[in-house]
């Protein structure tokens, strides 16, 4: 027996409950993992409250990453004693997630935990850190380097958002971040962060073409934030786009992208390629230490996490939130 937070539907909506659970409950999967952490994302918050139908089938153990040891195995890639990191691949959706204290999980969705990073450091970063770092991969792909200009980074108090401010910097990129919590000026700073944007400048509807400010865009937030920051970037510029924060729908015009030939990239990291993930988290590893972990990332337990969940939603958690197990 072990304990997981479990999501059940009924007639009255979504509950999730923290209990005890039999190993034979387990679905299948050809690795099995005593988890050491895991990590309370934008979308468990969602599965755990029901406000968005992310969980496919019940019950569901939410949690998109997990850090962990290897129990059993009858993988050639994994042998019991090894540590293992996953993302995403559809885990706490269709799949049960990252927490609860064991996990059973099929190999080809796992890597390696890095060397430089224990089991709660590498879910400081989690998927958040590790869909910043795939934006800014995207950026550099693009060509961009810190002489042709800033980068506005949209949502910047969230995990993805703080990620790519803190990464952005260190590489010596100029960071414009812009967040709808102005009394968090002095945190986006401390991450890098040289100018503070009010997220209401680009929330509203804006026109097609507007004032080339930036050289680059790492957003966050979707909607009309996502579509002013395409309008505001510079000719030959990159906007990426992971999040949808503001919401789903992109009320745009294709003026930026055939009068100023900018490109918009989207970042997938669920289904992301194993080769693409490595390389994702090789650069972590070679670019943040323990103290920009620190940082952004804040501790909790498993019986914490369905408060915390209405925290995240409410916009009241800054940074990133490791479930320590």
């Not at 999967?29 to 019940?58: C, H, M, W």
């Not at 890597?111 to 770092?133: D, N």
């Amino acid at each position: 027996m072990f304990n997981a937070l479990v999501i059940n539907k009924d007639e009255q909506g979504y509950h999730a409950t923290l209990r005890q659970v039999d190993d034979a409950e387990l679905p299948q999967g050809d690795v099995e993992i005593a988890v050491q952490a895991s990590t309370l994302n934008y979308k468990d918050a969602l599965a755990i409250t029901g406000k968005s139908p992310v969980v496919r089938q019940f019950p569901m153990v939410p949690g998109i990453d997990l850090v962990g040891e290897v129990t059993a195995s009858s993988s050639a890639r994994f042998k019991p004693g090894d540590q293992v990191l996953l993302n995403g691949f559809g885990v706490g959706e269709t799949h049960w997630g990252g927490l609860a204290e064991q996990a059973r999980l099929n190999s080809d969705w796992l890597i390696a935990l890095p060397s430089a990073f224990s089991a709660e450091q590498a879910m400081a970063i989690g998927t958040a850190g590790y869909t910043a770092m795939l934006s800014v991969l995207a950026l550099e792909k693009h060509g961009l380097t810190p002489e042709q200009g800033p980068i506005l980074v949209t949502g910047a108090n969230g995990g993805v958002g703080s990620y790519a401010v803190r990464i952005l910097s260190k590489l010596g990129f100029e960071v414009h971040a812009s967040t709808g919590r102005p009394d968090e000026a002095d945190y986006l700073k401390n991450l890098g962060a040289s100018t503070i944007i009010d997220r209401a400048e680009l929330s509203e509807a804006g026109k097609p073409l507007q004032k080339e400010r930036w050289a680059g865009v790492v957003d966050c937030v979707g909607s009309h934030t996502l579509v002013n920051a395409c309008a505001q970037t510079q000719y030959g510029g990159a906007v990426t786009a992971c999040g949808l924060a503001q919401g789903m729908d992109l009320p745009a015009t294709v003026m930026p992208f055939i009068l100023r030939g900018v490109t918009l990239y989207g970042i997938d990291s669920v289904m992301r390629p194993l080769a693409d993930r490595e390389q994702a988290w090789q650069r972590l590893a070679s670019l943040l230490t323990s103290d920009d972990l620190d940082q952004i990332g804040a501790k909790i337990g498993l019986e914490d996490v369905t408060e915390y969940a209405h925290k995240l939603l409410d916009g009241s958690v800054r940074g990133r939130v490791i479930v320590s197990l």
